[in-house]
């Protein structure tokens, strides 16, 4: 398959011990994790040639989340080192009726002071066929808004196909106002050819609203239909575009999630079945392996958008029963479930 190459943050995450609130909690468990390199997991997972760029400090921290990363299959050698700390992201999981949170700490991490020049994405994109972003990228700070910015329009010089999960996260962009922010996103979003996102993430970076139907994101009824608009728009915004899609979270409890997805090619839009996803152990990171999915389904299935859209949903479906922030459900696993098989039963 084609090589893959994503850029972003990978941050220590620390937890209390299953459903523990952080006044109860003596100790925390610690996993490396974070939205592009969850992509990079999923991908090598599945047998996918898959690069990971990030800066790093030079310590132990920094040494561990890249030993974390070479674990798991993704390329590392790429990484560039520099700044004096790893950013850190507190987890309390919630349940039932009680959501989850997150307390970030990461000021001053080494991504955040990273600078134009710094990365050679000339040498990076050597070979590779596809790139992948988020917006959390680019609200971390400027400098590392100006680096994905450096890094599309290279990508884009080289024919390299570009994708993004738009990723909305208002607890990050600190750095500049709202109209910045639109701007910052509007540009580097316009180099790209797949756009995930939801309708918070369009409307909070875009304005785009949807027309005409209001969007139901709690119970069981979140209609397909409602994001058609949505999807419409931010093809007219983003003419380079091909497909944007939406994932379809129905949230009953913190516990109780529905999950599906949409893909709008400009002409047809295509809808996967509606899981239950019940118990949930681990939600960090569905989006993630959404993604990390659908960039799978659409280098394996580049005709059929139905098949590689099925896939992405059920990646992520199974990825909400595994603890941490990556996806390690393997293709037989996915195309398990694909093909209606959700009995959990025993391999043996």
């Not at 002071?113 to 596809?130: K, L, P, Q, R, Y």
């Not at 990825?319 to 398990?336: F, R, S």
Request: hydrophobic share 40%; charged share 25%; glycine share 10%.
């Amino acid at each position: 398959m084609s090589k893959v190459v994503t850029f972003g943050e990978i941050m220590l995450r620390l937890a209390p011990q299953g459903f523990l609130r952080f006044s109860q909690a003596n100790n925390f468990d610690a996993i490396y994790g974070g939205g592009e390199s969850n992509v990079a997991v999923s991908l090598a997972n599945y047998g996918v040639s898959c690069d990971f760029v990030t800066r790093l400090p030079k310590n132990d921290i920094g040494e561990c989340a890249m030993m974390e990363m070479r674990k798991r299959g993704v390329g590392v050698d790429k990484i560039v080192w520099g700044g004096d700390r790893l950013g850190i992201y507190f987890l309390e999981t919630g349940a039932v009726s009680r959501g989850s949170k997150v307390v970030y700490d990461r000021a001053h991490s080494a991504i955040s002071e990273i600078e134009s020049g710094m990365i050679d994405w000339d040498a990076v994109f050597e070979g590779v066929e596809w790139f992948h972003w988020t917006g959390i990228t680019p609200a971390i700070s400027q400098g590392a808004a100006d680096v994905c910015l450096e890094a599309v329009k290279v990508a884009s010089s080289k024919g390299i196909t570009i994708s993004t999960d738009l990723n909305y996260r208002a607890k990050l962009w600190k750095y500049c106002s709202d109209a910045h922010r639109e701007k910052v996103m509007t540009e580097i979003t316009s180099y790209c050819d797949i756009v995930l996102g939801n309708e918070e993430d369009a409307e909070m970076h875009f304005g785009i609203k949807p027309e005409g139907i209001t969007v139901q994101t709690q119970g069981h009824d979140v209609k397909a239909e409602a994001f058609l608009s949505v999807c419409q728009q931010m093809m007219e915004k983003f003419p380079r575009a091909k497909k944007v899609i939406t994932t379809l979270r129905g949230s009953i409890s913190a516990s109780h999630n529905t999950w599906a997805g949409v893909l709008y090619d400009g002409k047809k839009m295509y809808e996967t079945r509606q899981y239950q996803i019940t118990d949930i152990v681990d939600r960090v990171g569905g989006g993630d392996s959404f993604m990390g999915g659908l960039i799978y389904g659409l280098l394996k299935y580049p005709e059929n958008d139905q098949n590689a859209l099925d896939f992405a949903v059920a990646a992520s479906c199974l990825k909400h029963t595994i603890k941490g922030d990556a996806n390690l459900a393997t293709v037989a696993e996915v195309e398990k479930l694909m093909g209606g098989d959700a009995s959990g039963r025993v391999a043996r």
